[in-house]
């Protein structure tokens, strides 16, 4: 399960791809101009929770050191990024970072390669069909036209995957999560399964008591409403609730201080609610869906006040959506308990794939069983062959060769039996001389 950290930076990212890919090309020579040696670090930044997260990572870090990368941060416009118009300006990077990036690249074009063959290693040997486009799809963030350096086509195409992978992760984590809570309730019931009646009606009624015992819980303020801003406000930052200031309020919450706030900064915002729903040491809360819940309310907010959908809430967004009447908003925030994930229909439809999925892994095993029988027949064949046919070679060497002959015959000598002679059956006398010999 993809806990909701791991993408809380993604707007940075975003950000940051925004700052480096977004410039005029402007008329530098670079010919006369030595550059600055500079020591090239492993990446800092959050994860983003892609596959590919640190060669995105290392790319975008090592062009926010270029100096001519860094001069077009300013000026970024998000649309522009997303469709890649000034990925040329990576013609003005400095050599030494050029040629970092060209390693970088080789470094994930072998890591791929490398994780590929695995999956198709254990997908193959496992007797299920291999889905060769979905392997392939994994190399959509590198340009394959030069496989050995990174090239404006590389850096366009990274914009573009990421971009399109982020604003499609969150939905990924929700089917993730509705898997994972699928998966829980049927092992429950076919724990239920193995246990005798009264053990089972047990088990069912403390089931229901931990399930009220979770719902039980004092109201959820709306999410990014003044209600739930002001008990920040006042519970967490130690304030008067009624001297609220949103403009003080989001400077001290940005806690980097970058003018925006990313997902991680909002979702903090939700802890004190959470806390009202979860609780790590209660058995009847699930840390898991805690963090769906944390990933439902930033989603929520996000809607609501990041206008241009950059992932990041500016200081002028979150100023405008305390304009609005959703800010107001005095209705209790409905938690997962009072929203069903899926309907029974949904289940028996999760239950009859895992049928499907065990029916076709016995039929497999069978299969694999009957070809490693069939092979082990023929294994004996071929060493029952390969036995006769050495046999049949050593009786043809004894008697094609000579040497064996000679030395047969002198062994009879030494031994005194009489020499045959050629068309007569009977050996002659000792004293009689063989023909041909003196």
Known sequence: MVRGNSLVHCGLVLLSLWLCIQSVPINVDRSKEKPPVQELQPPQSAETGLHYDRYLREVIEFLE???????????ANMDDIKQGKLA????????????????????????????????????????????????LKQFEHLSHQNPNTFEVEDLDQLIQSATKDLENFDKDRHDEFKNY??????????????????????????????????????????????????????????MDPDNFDPKTFFKMHDTNGDSFFDESELEALFTKELEKVYNPENEEDDMVEMEEERLRMREHVMNEVDTNKDRLVSMIEFM???????????????????????????????????????????????????????????????????????????????????????????????????????????????????????
């Open 88 to 135: 040329k300006e990576l013609n003005f990077v400095q050599h030494n970072f050029r040629t970092k990036l060209d390693e970088l690249k080789r470094e994930e074009m072998n890591r791929l390669r490398m994780l590929i063959k695995v999956k198709h290693d254990i997908q193959g040997g496992s007797g299920r069909t291999i889905d060769h486009q979905s392997l």
């Open 65 to 75: 050191k270029d100096p001519h990368f860094k001069e077009k941060l300013k000026n």
């Open 181 to 238: 809570e699928l998966t829980k309730e049927h092992e429950r019931r076919e724990r239920l399964k193995t246990m005798s009646e009264e053990t089972r009606q047990q088990e069912e009624k403390h089931y229901e008591q931990l399930r009220k015992k979770h719902a039980n819980h004092t109201k959820v303020n709306h999410p990014g409403s003044e209600t739930q801003l002001k008990e920040v406000w006042h519970e967490s930052d130690g």
């Open 320 to 438: 405008a959506a305390t304009q609005k009447e959703e800010f107001l908003e005095k209705d209790e925030w409905e938690t997962l308990d009072q929203n069903p994930l899926y309907t029974e229909e949904e289940m028996k439809e999760y239950e009859q794939h895992l049928v499907n999925e065990q029916n076709d892994i016995h039929q497999k095993s069978v299969e694999l069983q009957k070809q490693r029988e069939e092979l082990e027949r023929k294994q004996e064949e071929l060493s029952a062959q390969k036995i006769g046919l050495q046999q049949a070679v050593e009786e043809m060497e004894r008697i094609k060769d000579p040497g064996t002959v000679a030395a047969g015959g002198a062994a009879g000598v030494a031994a005194g039996v009489a020499p045959v002679v050629p068309g007569n059956s009977r050996p002659l006398p000792p004293d009689v001389p063989v023909p041909g010999h003196s």
